[in-house]
């Protein structure tokens, strides 16, 4: 019998995605890990993840990791990974924006990540809620995105969607 619980939290910006799925894992967990796939380019992020991590407190560990999620072992583990559309941009860029390239490598990494007993909560946001770009690469990484997403729905046991910082159960 498997103890792997797979949840996915999606919304946009500001729906209050992380503030949800911070209080399941810690209804999972007295001391989850929090897997960080954002690469820190400026000081704005750089306070936006100063108040994550302090409303998180000390009873979180925190794991970076840009792309290749599956070399961690979360075995018996709560992992919250925020966010899924940071580390899609991560691999998006760095296959050269190739769609299907990049999206194969998200898979893998996906499968083996979470080939593992374990809780994992993905964060992840709704781009392509909005209008469609006038741009080609955005178009593509909207496709991407939400291609990656709906992989990730169907693999999980839980989804919700969160609108204006109500969570939403729709799976």
């Given at each position: 019998?498997s103890d792997?619980?797979?949840?996915l939290v999606t919304?946009?910006?500001?729906s209050?995605?992380?503030?949800?799925?911070e209080?399941?894992?810690?209804?999972?967990?007295?001391?989850p890990?929090?897997?960080?796939?954002?690469?820190?380019?400026d000081?704005?992020?750089?306070?936006r993840v100063?108040?994550h991590q302090?409303?998180?407190?000390?009873d979180?560990?925190?794991v970076?990791e840009?792309?290749?999620?599956?070399?961690?072992?979360?075995t018996?583990?709560?992992?919250l990974i925020?966010?899924?559309?940071?580390w899609v941009?991560?691999?998006?860029?760095?296959y050269?924006e190739?769609v299907q390239?990049?999206?194969a490598?998200?898979?893998e990494e996906?499968?083996k990540f979470?080939s593992h007993?374990?809780?994992y909560i993905f964060?992840?946001?709704?781009i392509?809620?909005?209008?469609?770009s006038?741009?080609?690469m955005?178009?593509r990484?909207?496709?991407?995105?939400?291609w990656?997403?709906?992989?990730?729905?169907?693999?999980?046991d839980?989804v919700?969607?969160?609108v204006?910082?109500?969570?939403?159960?729709?799976k």
């Amino acid at each position: 019998m498997s103890d792997k619980n797979i949840i996915l939290v999606t919304g946009g910006q500001r729906s209050g995605k992380s503030e949800f799925s911070e209080s399941l894992a810690l209804k999972h967990s007295a001391t989850p890990v929090y897997l960080a796939t954002a690469h820190v380019m400026d000081d704005e992020f750089r306070e936006r993840v100063r108040i994550h991590q302090n409303r998180r407190g000390p009873d979180w560990t925190t794991v970076e990791e840009e792309i290749e999620l599956g070399r961690h072992d979360m075995t018996g583990k709560t992992v919250l990974i925020d966010c899924v559309t940071m580390w899609v941009t991560n691999v998006f860029f760095k296959y050269n924006e190739d769609v299907q390239s990049s999206l194969a490598k998200l898979k893998e990494e996906f499968t083996k990540f979470t080939s593992h007993d374990a809780t994992y909560i993905f964060v992840s946001n709704e781009i392509g809620s909005g209008g469609v770009s006038p741009n080609a690469m955005t178009r593509r990484f909207t496709d991407i995105q939400g291609w990656f997403n709906q992989f990730i729905a169907s693999l999980a046991d839980e989804v919700y969607l969160t609108v204006a910082g109500i969570p939403v159960k729709i799976k």
